[in-house]
């Protein structure tokens, strides 16, 4: 029904900054909230961002508060990841998402999943 595709992955260096894009195709008609996972070497995906649908409402993990920001523009069925002061545990596969919710909080009800881009962080 939906079709999530992140771009803007690279390698940066520590204190450094990095955009992330995710196009979403499909029934993008419907209003999802839209997030974004990560996961680490050696860990579990775990939640970075969030934002709904008319993007009044957005929530971050604790570990990126106040240096990553999450945005959306509707019209071009685009969120973004600006993610600014760069740390070597950034690195990390980020994953696009979607659900029929208000905002995503757990990722436990997320509908569909991108196929991840590649973050890596240099110290």
């Known amino acids: 029904q939906v079709q999530l595709v992140e771009s803007g992955g690279g390698l940066v260096q520590a204190g450094g900054s990095l955009g992330l894009s995710c196009a979403a195709s499909?029934?993008?008609?419907?209003?999802?909230?839209m997030g974004w996972f990560r996961q680490r070497p050696g860990k579990e995906r775990e939640f970075v961002a969030s934002i709904s649908w008319s993007g009044g409402t957005t929530r971050y993990a604790d570990s990126v508060k106040g240096r990553f920001t999450i945005s959306r523009d509707n019209a071009k069925n685009t969120i973004y990841l600006q993610m600014n002061s760069l740390k070597p545990e950034d690195t990390a596969v980020y994953y696009c998402s979607a659900e029929t919710a208000l905002i995503i909080s757990t990722g436990r009800n997320v509908d569909y999943w991108g196929q991840g881009t590649q973050v890596t962080v240099s110290s």
């Open positions: 499909g029934r993008t008609f419907s209003r999802y909230a």
